[in-house]
């Protein structure tokens, strides 16, 4: 190996050699866990993915991808950052997955991607709807394909995420960690774009009729993190998941004996069992707004009033930029 191969692999200032003993109890699978969720510097390639010389090749070419991956995966030859965020697993199955809906299901167009920072940290806040969070995942896609730096979002997550089992553990290969400030704001520092819903399930739990009005956004948290690492908020607008699974009901007895925020009934589920499960078709539109700056406002990080009137001014962004929107989609499962 050259002397310049064995300085591009050295640790980056901040970075944490990935250890069994590592943050949330995941175990090395790989050399350094690099925060930023590359493998020296070079993004995984899709399964997919392969050099053809012809039409005949195009299958050898996968099968080829396809093994090598599996080799990658078994081998331990694949590296996760010291969140548990695996971006060979997420670019490799995950995002071809999510984009199937993305592109044939929802049918979804962006707009405002200039205002996605191309590089260095900032926060994408964005409004929370239709009753299973279909709108997180098809944001990462969004941010993915659609913004000319292509990066990767790395999401927040509420609690309950975390406490179920298998979704747990793909939440957190797919780069989604613990909605709170330290974990944000340690995310933001180095770099990364991070991704909040402040009104949670308070968001895709509220019944059809109040769909696309915004509810609360909670004490302002995410705007703490932001103004303490001075990192823009680029507040986002989402239309479609409103109409995926209309909330006709909340049985709370249920929820309460499940544990869970509220127990939806919409025109699919419980009715049709697990193909209740499946989103209805909705057209969607997607729009970054101009980010709001917050670097020159860092040391009123713990002043109420400033984190209360930004919080307002991003709610008050997304609410006027969602009805900008609503005009130009007026049949949800239109073309």
Not at 37 to 47: I, M, N, S, Y
Not at 119 to 125: D, Y
Not at 267 to 296: N, Y
Request: overall charge negative; glycine content about 10%; some cysteine.
């Amino acid at each position: 190996m050259s002397a310049e191969e064995r300085s591009a692999r050295q640790v980056l200032p901040g970075s944490v050699s990935f250890r069994p003993e590592s943050v949330n109890g995941h175990h090395r699978n790989g050399v350094n866990g690099h925060v930023n969720g590359k493998a020296d510097g070079v993004p995984p390639a899709p399964l997919h993915q392969g050099v053809a010389d012809g039409p005949g090749d195009v299958w050898d070419a996968r099968v080829a991808a396809a093994l090598a991956f599996l080799r990658r995966r078994l081998s331990g030859q694949y590296e996760v950052d010291d969140f548990g965020f695996d971006p060979e697993l997420t670019d490799g199955v995950f995002h071809p997955i999510l984009k199937l809906l993305y592109r044939d299901w929802f049918r979804t167009e962006v707009s405002g991607v200039e205002n996605v920072p191309e590089s260095g940290g900032a926060l994408l806040v964005g409004n929370h709807s239709g009753t299973f969070a279909w709108d997180a995942l098809m944001l990462t896609v969004a941010v993915r394909d659609e913004t000319p730096a292509q990066r990767h979002l790395r999401l927040l997550g509420a609690d309950l995420v975390f406490r179920v089992p298998v979704v747990s553990e793909l939440a957190r290969k797919s780069g989604v960690t613990v909605a709170c400030n330290p974990d944000a704001e340690r995310l933001m520092s180095t770099g990364e774009l991070v991704g909040v819903f402040p009104e949670g399930f308070k968001g895709i739990g509220k019944h059809y009729s109040q769909r696309y009005k915004l509810q609360r956004f909670g004490r302002g948290g995410f705007v703490s993190a932001a103004l303490r690492t001075g990192t823009p908020i680029v507040p986002v607008a989402i239309v479609g998941a409103e109409e995926t699974y209309p909330l006709l009901a909340d049985i709370k007895p249920l929820a309460r004996l499940l544990g869970v925020p509220f127990f939806p009934v919409t025109p699919q589920f419980p009715l049709l069992g697990p193909l209740g499960l499946v989103p209805l078709p909705s057209k969607w539109l997607i729009r970054f707004c101009p980010p709001i700056p917050t670097a020159h406002l860092t040391d009123a990080a713990d002043d109420p009033m400033v984190v209360y009137n930004l919080a307002d001014q991003v709610r008050e962004t997304i609410q006027a930029t969602l009805h900008d929107l609503l005009k130009d989609r007026p049949d949800p499962f239109g073309l």
